[in-house]
């Protein structure tokens, strides 16, 4: 069964330091999402995106944050100058898209464990 | 603003009760999710539902879309049942707003 892929599964980096999340989505789908956790807390929606642009964005999506899909099948999340508060799990997901019943089921990696120290 | 509350936050069953967990939100949406997320912290989508009743295997899951109300039922738990389900709705710009999680521990 097809499934979306992160690399890597851990990464740890020095506060101020650029680092890049990469997602492989399932290969026919067209819409792309990045979720954060904090430990102990809720996941949360970073932000979206079809058609080689950001669809939505939350207010945690900052200047610091980008997104890019730069071969037609990896989808990064980069994060410029990481801060202590940046460590969570990271989680890549996707969906094909829009169904004749509206939204369809989204699919998630396994999740990049970020810890800035 | 969408909040999603789940209830209980805990809950701790021996093996082969009925286990409920119940999720609302405050708003309309497009869709709601019921996910489980185990303790190595991989999440899987179990059931995408906008209407009536989904069932697989031993989990039903209900909505209510005038209550704003879901449920997920698990028949004969069992110990491999153990995890986090996390309730999430899919707003009107069909991003997910998540729940925070109901600790589902089931002893042998």
């Known amino acids: 069964e097809p499934e979306v892929t992160q690399t890597p599964s851990h990464q740890v980096t020095q506060m101020g330091q650029e680092v890049i999340l990469r997602c492989v989505p399932i290969?026919?789908?067209?819409?792309f999402y990045w979720y954060r956790q904090i430990l102990g807390q809720k996941v949360e929606f970073l932000v979206s995106f079809y058609n080689n642009e950001i669809s939505e964005k939350s207010e945690i999506f900052d200047d610091q944050f980008s997104v890019e899909r730069p071969d037609g099948s990896n989808f990064t999340l980069k994060i410029r100058s990481t801060k202590l508060e940046d460590s969570a799990m990271y989680f890549c997901a996707s969906t094909m898209g829009l169904g004749l019943a509206g939204a369809l089921e989204q699919y998630f990696g396994p999740g990049t464990r970020l810890t800035v120290t | 603003k969408n909040e999603v509350e789940q209830s209980p936050q805990n809950l701790t069953a021996q093996e082969g009760e009925f286990i409920t967990i119940n999720c609302s939100y405050s708003v309309g949406i497009s869709a709601l999710h019921w996910l489980q997320q185990h303790p190595g912290g991989g999440i899987v989508s179990l059931f995408m539902?906008?209407?009536?009743?989904k069932k697989h295997g031993r989990l039903i899951a209900t909505i209510n879309i005038q209550e704003k109300h879901s449920s997920l039922h698990i028949t004969a738990s069992h110990p491999r049942d153990s995890a986090v389900y996390i309730c999430?709705?899919?707003?009107?710009?069909?991003?997910?707003?998540w729940g925070a999680g109901t600790k589902l521990i089931i002893k042998p």
């Open positions: 539902l906008s209407s009536g009743k």
């Open positions: 999430a709705v899919m707003d009107s710009n069909y991003q997910l707003i």
């Open positions: 290969s026919n789908h067209l819409y």
